[in-house]
T-cell receptor
Framework: DARVTQTPRHKVTEMGQEVTMRCQPI?????VFWYRQTMMQGLELLAY????????DSGMPKDRFSAEMPDATLATLKIQPSEPRDSAVYFC?????????????FGPGTRLLVL | GENVEQHPSTLSVQEGDSAVIKCTYS??????FPWYKQELGKRPQLIID?????GEKKDQRIAVTLNKTAKHFSLHITETQPEDSAVYFC???????????FGTGTRLAVRP
């Protein structure tokens, strides 16, 4: 049963520190999404990639957030410097891009707390 | 961009009764509509999805209906059980591999 994996599962850090979250998509999936979930904003799309190329990062605060796919098996989301308002659960999801194929499968999430 | 509205925000039903959650979307180009169930502290999990070339899809106790003209779709859960208690999210996108716009979620509580 293939699943999206994310590390770390939990992260507590102090304001100003750098945070890196990692995601391993399901093997063969060509599209990777990063979402943020908070009580106030619900599930928000931050960025997504297809075949490792960024397609849309309009939901991401560019001054402090960055997302990359160094290779097809790894996606990273970095926050530098982190702020208390970044506290949330960050989900990665993967799927097969293209009309009529696949859907998105979510990883377990990284629960981030910035003090 | 796409906007998805979801109602109700909370729903409480007696075990064995039916539950209905409704969503509307704004972009007529959207043609893929998945529903996710999220239990407390867990990941959202796909429970059913529908594409715009069909009006209804059923999987055991769960069904989804789609009205493209009115731009709304609904989730129906029959014979509810306590393990159905969770937050349910609807979503819409232009294709199943494209970015999803989520509704705000419905917290369903099934009373034993």
């Amino acid at each position: 049963d293939a699943r999206v994996t994310q590390t770390p599962r939990h992260k507590v850090t102090e304001m100003g520190q750098e945070v890196t979250m990692r995601c391993q998509p399901i093997l063969g999936h060509n599209t990777v999404f990063w979402y943020r979930q908070t009580m106030m904003q619900g599930l928000e799309l931050l960025a997504y990639f297809r075949n490792r190329a960024p397609l849309d990062d309009s939901g991401m605060p560019k001054d402090r957030f960055s997302a990359e796919m160094p290779d097809a098996t790894l996606a990273t989301l970095k926050i530098q410097p982190s702020e208390p308002r970044d506290s949330a659960v960050y989900f990665c999801a993967s799927g097969l891009g293209g009309v009529g194929v696949g859907t998105q499968y979510f990883g377990p999430g990284t629960r981030l707390l910035v003090l | 961009g796409e906007n998805v509205e979801q109602h109700p925000s909370t729903l409480s039903v007696q075990e064995g009764d039916s539950a209905v959650i409704k969503c509307t979307y704004s972009d007529s180009a959207s043609n893929y509509f998945p529903w996710y169930k999220q239990e407390l502290g867990k990941r959202p999990q796909l429970i059913i999805d529908i594409r715009s070339n069909v009006g209804e899809k059923k999987d055991q106790r769960i069904a989804v209906t789609l009205n493209k003209t009115a731009k709304h779709f609904s989730l129906h859960i029959t014979e509810t059980q306590p393990e159905d208690s969770a937050v349910y999210f609807c979503a819409a996108s232009k294709s199943s591999g494209d970015k999803l716009t989520f509704g705000t979620g419905t917290r369903l509580a099934v009373r034993p």
